[in-house]
């Protein structure tokens, strides 16, 4: 079967910057060659060897090296550990390693240490644990989750670091300031923002004659307000700053949880040593609040502290929920949670974080419909426990009747492009008292209190129904 998108190890590793344009990239063990085709495609110059498919091929050393799924197949443990050893030396700056981490059982025979599958194959399947355990044994370092049965292993410490630094600041970590600095570099967000200096207000949209433009790139009038508030705001400078000595924190505290030690401000990127000058008398300082933010992670009572304080994201039953968008504002130390959690799980695809109310917990949690859904669904839990570096996984998509969530609005913060249309359905179930009864958590029982109150959602609004449904 051929494939038309990359294996999901070779993804994350594009997503996370690992496979950027000019890198190489080898593909030890590259079957039908899928990948590299798709690499080829997007002028990533890319080559890879297969000992059943491409046996002539040399092997080449390249920037990245990719052992996607090989390890699983193999059925002799001695040979398992010298293929990974194989593949990495050629690696240049990092070898990706996948292998198959089940979240259920896997049916078939016992073989080796492993399994032969109904298919016949052979199968050695991982928990995730041991996948990283097995990974630092044979490479002699600890390699950085990346997924569900994917990990890194750095050879240049400069990329590690890098990729530490944009792992702990989270996926979304540039996305708010890029918007604040996408509008303030813009042309049209430039003229708003020197028409408002010199008005000393922000400007009307009638008294700006291309606000409509500027709205059509920007968004609704709201949120144009408070990217020119960001943008203009001495206060926003301040916290800001609060904010950068933040993800110092969260960045080392990232590094040390990798087990790096980072001695001297000279093996951070350039940016972030200036931020320290900027932040602390000496390095020396720096680190030490760093170490001291770094142990009160063992403290499942200041983190519970941290996202009650949270200003951002819903408070249920003591937890707190936010979405991705959010994970930047989040406190440092419930980032620094987030990473932990990640070094046990990897990056995980979720639409809204739990942090439980005891600070041992951390769900990432699908609503594939969170954006067009008034009430998504709960598709699937992973739900890190950090004391114990374990994880539980719930799979909803076959329920008739799964979670859903409401006040949407609450999860995301007011820039949201999609925070107005959330929040005006608020208003209307809170006017209609829906929101303060018990029975509304499932879909079914959602259904059912709207029904009995003559009530029906569509979009995102609230709306009379129109007739009853034909009883049966
Ligand atoms: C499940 S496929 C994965 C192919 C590809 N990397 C991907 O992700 O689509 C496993 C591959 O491992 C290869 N393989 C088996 N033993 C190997 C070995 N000792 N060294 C390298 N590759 C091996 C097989 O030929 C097969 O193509």
């Not at 050393?61 to 040979?79: H, M, S, T």
């Not at 979240?103 to 016992?110: C, D, I, K, M, V």
Request: proline residues 6%; glycine residues 6%; aromatic residues 10%.
């Amino acid at each position: 079967m051929r494939r038309f998108r990359l294996s999901r190890p070779v993804a994350l590793a594009w997503e996370h910057g690992l496979i950027r344009s000019g890198a190489s990239v080898f593909d030890y063990g590259c079957g039908r060659g899928d990948d590299i085709r798709y690499l080829r495609e997007h002028d990533v110059a890319a080559s890879g060897w297969d000992p059943h498919y491409r046996p002539a091929n040399p092997v080449e050393a390249a920037d990245v090296v990719n052992l996607g799924y090989v390890l699983n197949v193999i059925e002799n443990p001695a040979e398992r550990a010298d293929v990974l050893r194989k593949a990495l030396a050629p690696a240049r700056r990092v070898l990706v390693v996948a292998v198959r981490v089940d979240r259920g059982p896997l049916s078939g025979e016992a073989f080796e240490d492993g399994l032969v599958t109904s298919r016949g194959g052979f199968q050695k399947v991982y928990t995730q644990a041991e996948f990283l355990d097995y990974v630092e044994s044979v490479c002699g370092c600890k390699p950085a989750p990346a997924g569900l049965g994917v990990a890194y292993v750095f050879k240049d410490p400069a990329l590690e670091r890098e990729y530490l630094a944009r792992a702990a600041l989270g996926r979304s970590a540039f996305g708010r300031r890029f918007t604040i600095a996408e509008f303030e570099s813009s042309e049209l967000g430039a003229a708003y923002l020197s028409f408002a200096r010199k008005l000393a207000r922000l400007p009307r949209p009638s008294e700006f004659p291309q606000f409509a433009a500027l709205a059509e790139r920007f968004g609704s009038p709201r949120r144009i307000r408070k990217l020119a508030d960001a943008a203009l705001d001495p206060a926003e400078i301040e916290s800001l700053r609060l904010q950068k000595r933040e993800d110092f924190l969260v960045c080392y505290g990232a590094m040390r949880l990798q087990g790096m030690r980072v001695t001297r401000a000279a093996l951070l990127p350039a940016e972030t040593q200036a931020d320290i000058r900027s932040l602390w008398p000496s390095y020396r300082a720096a680190r030490a609040e760093g170490e001291r933010f770094l142990f009160s992670l063992g403290d499942p009572r200041q983190a519970a502290a941290a996202a009650q304080a949270a200003s951002v994201g819903k408070r249920v039953a003591g937890s707190l929920y936010a979405h991705r968008s959010a994970e930047e504002q989040l406190p440092a130390l419930n980032r620094l949670q987030l990473f932990a959690a990640r070094q046990i799980v990897g990056d995980t695809e979720y639409d809204v974080l739990k942090l439980a109310a005891d600070g041992q917990k951390v769900s990432f949690l699908r609503y594939p419909g969170f954006d067009n859904d008034a009430h998504p669904c709960l598709q699937s839990s992973l739900a890190v426990y950090l004391p114990r570096a374990d994880y539980g996984f719930r799979d909803f998509s076959h329920s008739e009747n799964p979670p859903i969530l409401h006040r949407k609005d609450a999860l995301v913060d007011e820039t949201y492009p999609l925070y107005q249309k959330f929040a005006f359905l608020t208003r209307q179930e809170e006017k209609r008292a829906l929101l303060s009864r018990p029975d509304i958590g499932r879909k079914r029982d959602w259904e059912k209190v709207l029904r009995q109150a003559g009530l029906e959602v569509r979009g995102h609004r609230l709306f009379r129904r129109k007739s009853w449904p034909a009883g049966p």
